[in-house]
């Protein structure tokens, strides 16, 4: 049987590492021409090579998703090489320079939504003409459980994944009769060089942070990768505006 993601075309922002990666590789497999795209060129080439390896087909296409001019551009590149675009995973983020609300610094706030927020709409404003060309698609954004709840110290981090939660219910909206699905996941901690970075090598962090979800594990990028893949099946057919905790059970409590 064939896969219904076979020759089908999807870009994958912030593919270089972490759950891009996963999800750049998750749809290779199943037979999709992917977009790799990040501001990582060498790590994102080397996912395109391992791709390639792998019998599967891959483009690198550097882009900057805070950068209108960058992301027409990586639009236009994946179109051109591949002749559509079927799907996206926005999955670009940064989660900034911890720090209560007060002592947020502007340049902060400004990045972080910037990237986080501002980078999925721009995305969107160029992917979503090409997925109603196509007669149809799937659009993922990655928020967070952050989208979701209050994190103390991450005013800017959460601010922007709880607006990414808002506009993917109404792109949802506004293209739901026109066979294009916009979902959005809420991966909790997963075991990123992100976190890594969080936990600063605190090892202690680091068992905290593993500690923290009910299901008593970090999530794995493949975890969030196969959610995210899911719902761009035909399964998930009757699903869009969903906002998808991946969470190993936090939101349950
Ligand atoms: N790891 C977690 O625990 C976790 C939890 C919830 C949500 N998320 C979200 O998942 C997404 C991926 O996180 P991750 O843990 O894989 O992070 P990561 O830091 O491991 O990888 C992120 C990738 O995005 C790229 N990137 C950063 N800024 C970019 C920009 N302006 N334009 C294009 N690419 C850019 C980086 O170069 C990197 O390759 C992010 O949106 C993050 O907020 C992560």
Redesign the pocket.
Known sequence: MVDQFQDKVVIV?????????ATALAFAVRGARVVV????EE??RQVVQEIVANEGTAIFVK????READVQHLVERAVEAFGGLHFAVN?????GTPAPTGECSAENWARTLA??LT?VWLCMKYQLPHLLAAGGGAIIN?????GLKGIAAMPA?TAS?HGVVGLTKTAALDYATQNVRVNAI??????????Q?FCGGDQQAMAGMHAMQPIGR??T?EE?ADAALFLCTDQARFLTGVILPVDGGVMAG
Do not use: L
């Open positions: 922002t912030g593919a270089s590492a972490g759950i891009g990666r795209s990040d501001i990582n790590k994102g882009a900057d998703v805070s999955n670009a983020g940064i989660e990237v986080n980078g990655v928020s967070s459980i952050a981090y994944k809420c991966p909790a901690a997963i075991d990123t060089e992100m976190i970075r970090m999530g990028s969030v």
